[in-house]
């Protein structure tokens, strides 16, 4: 893959599974790297959004480096472990320093739209238990995949994996499969 892709990385184990599933789809490909868990972002209040609204009016696209870095990725790979229904709390906040009228998204007449090139979001996942139907975090991004105008989205789980007796090591080897074949896919979708 030549072109620009962006990991965010929300794994703060060095040891994650989460990761392992990343490092399958990264390998041998250059990339940025977003550490959620480094950034030091604070979540927006409402002064801080209604400062960064200003600002954007105002044209002011400097102070926006994470939203100018999401908007101008060609492929994006988000890792977040499964915590609490969804992923950790610094992807979230990470999203809130994301979102950028004017950089990732803009309205017209017709409401919303995207603003991101990025062809494809892939989101990787690893949960102890089973999902269920319930990956919120999945759903989330989808949901911004969309709204970013990101037109495919992906999604790899590996789960079950704390469940006493469960084989993890072939749990994550199929995921790792599936992410195998992810891979193929974008390189033959994005040419590259």
């Keep these: 893959m030549e072109n620009k892709v962006l990991f965010v990385n929300a794994c703060d184990r060095e040891e ?3 990761l392992r599933l990343c490092q399958g789809l990264l390998d041998g490909v250059a990339f940025e790297e977003v550490r959620v868990h480094e950034l030091g972002c604070s979540p927006l209040r409402q002064t801080d959004t209604e400062t960064r609204d200003r600002l954007l009016r105002a044209g002011e696209r400097e102070r926006f480096s994470l939203a100018r870095q999401f908007a ?3 492929l994006i790979v988000v890792g977040a472990p499964y915590w609490d229904l969804s992923f950790p709390a610094a992807l979230k906040v990470y999203v ?3 979102c950028a009228n004017g950089v990732t998204f803009a309205y017209g007449e017709q409401g919303p739209y995207g603003l991101c090139r990025a062809r494809a979001l892939c989101y990787l996942t690893t949960s102890g238990g089973f999902l269920a139907g319930a990956n919120f975090g999945g ?3 989808r949901g911004l995949a969309k709204f970013f105008g990101i037109p495919q989205f992906y999604e790899v ?3 079950g994996l704390d469940i006493v007796g469960a084989p993890v090591e072939e749990i994550l080897s199929r ?3 599936k992410v195998e074949r992810l891979r193929e ?3 033959r979708d994005g040419g590259n």
Excluded: G, N
């Design 72 to 74: 101008r990725a060609e």
């Design 185 to 187: 896919q974008l390189k």
């Design 96 to 98: 809130e320093h994301v």
């Design 175 to 177: 995921a790792c499969e």
């Design 139 to 141: 759903d989330y991004f």
């Design 157 to 159: 789980s590996a789960e």
């Design 16 to 18: 994650s599974r989460t």
